[in-house]
């Protein structure tokens, strides 16, 4: 399958976070996806590739050229790496490849491509599992105002089903797997 994960694009300090997003990375490749993702090297995100190649996964990365050009943070030796002309496109190309999505520790960047999936999946253009990894319980704080959104009728409920939410990178890589 492929994997198409999003995470920091820097690295927190928590040991945890990395670990995790590590852990990610090592079960991609032992377990023969590919990993689709933003095509940075920094932060997280070099961490799950690195990971991932390590373990034998194929690494698939999405780099807009003003970011590899600019900021020179692209993994370049992704075994693809795809340079696009925006951001937009970026992102419609790691929609269309990815069977799953995987959401771990993350800033605006990382929530912004949460949403962006979750939305096209709620309004029915697609029906790939989203699985959110709350590692030391890091989306809590969302996870609680989400639900005072549904509590505020602004949520729906198969909204809200949209996403799975798992504790450890085993239980996360395996709901991806089921392609529900
Ligand atoms: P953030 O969570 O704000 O650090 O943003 C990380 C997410 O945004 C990743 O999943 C990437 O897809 C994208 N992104 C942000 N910064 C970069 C970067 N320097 N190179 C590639 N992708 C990035």
Redesign the pocket.
């Known amino acids: 399958m492929r994997l198409c994960?999003?995470?920091?694009?820097?690295t927190p300090p928590s040991p945890s976070y990395v670990h995790a997003t590590q852990h990610v990375g090592t079960l991609i490749g032992q377990r023969g996806h590919t990993l689709v993702?933003?095509?940075?090297d920094?932060?997280?995100?070099g961490v799950v590739a690195r990971a991932a190649h390590e373990a034998g996964g194929t690494v698939f990365g999405v780099?807009?050229a003003a970011?590899r050009d600019i900021?020179g943070?692209?993994y370049e030796v992704a075994d693809d790496l795809v340079v696009t002309q925006t951001m937009q496109e970026?992102?419609a190309l790691?929609y269309n490849l990815a069977d799953a999505f995987l959401v771990l520790p993350?800033?605006?960047?990382?929530?912004?491509?949460f949403m962006e999936v979750l939305t096209l999946r709620n309004l029915g253009y697609h029906q790939k599992p989203i699985v959110v990894l709350n590692t030391d319980g890091v989306y809590d704080p969302l996870l609680a105002f989400f639900e005072g959104l549904q509590e505020q009728g602004m949520v729906r409920p198969h909204a809200r089903a949209g996403f799975h939410v798992a504790a450890t990178p085993e239980a996360a890589v395996a709901h991806a797997e089921t392609r529900a």
């Open positions: 994960v999003y995470c920091a694009s820097s993702y933003g095509g940075g920094v932060g997280l995100m780099i807009p970011l900021e943070v692209a970026r992102k790691m993350g800033g605006f960047g990382t929530l912004e491509e």
